[in-house]
């Protein structure tokens, strides 16, 4: 019951917070109008953002392929090096895959 009070107060002061904050940007009118102080650097910024957005939308191929490439790096297994010891021994498979290793060191 207690706990029940506690939320509802909570919600209650929620409300009233962003209820304040709405009606300040919807029914309240400013003295000067809208400005914006961006200049060129904002303007640029913002035609370099909507060029990035109107590219992902219209063809998305291009950031899914890099997409599956990045994630390919990370799943791949590290190619095995190969080193050779002393004349005579056979050489020495290192790998970091723990299947690899698991499986030789039963052999």
Do not use: W
Not at 4 to 21: D, F, G, K
Not at 26 to 48: I, P, W
Request: proline residues 5%; contains cysteine; aromatic residues 4%.
């Amino acid at each position: 019951m207690g706990l029940a009070v506690i939320l509802a107060l909570n919600a209650a002061i929620a409300a009233a917070y962003y209820l304040r904050l709405i009606a300040a940007m919807y029914f309240k009118t400013t003295r000067r109008g809208v400005q914006s102080d961006g200049g060129l650097a904002g303007g640029l910024a913002m035609l370099a953002c909507l060029v990035l957005v109107l590219l992902v939308t219209v063809r998305p191929t291009g950031l899914l392929a890099a997409a599956q490439r990045a994630g390919r790096s990370l799943t791949s297994p590290v190619p095995a090096a190969t080193a050779t010891g002393l004349p005579g021994t056979s050489a020495v498979t290192a790998t970091t895959d723990p299947l690899h290793l698991e499986s030789s060191a039963r052999r």
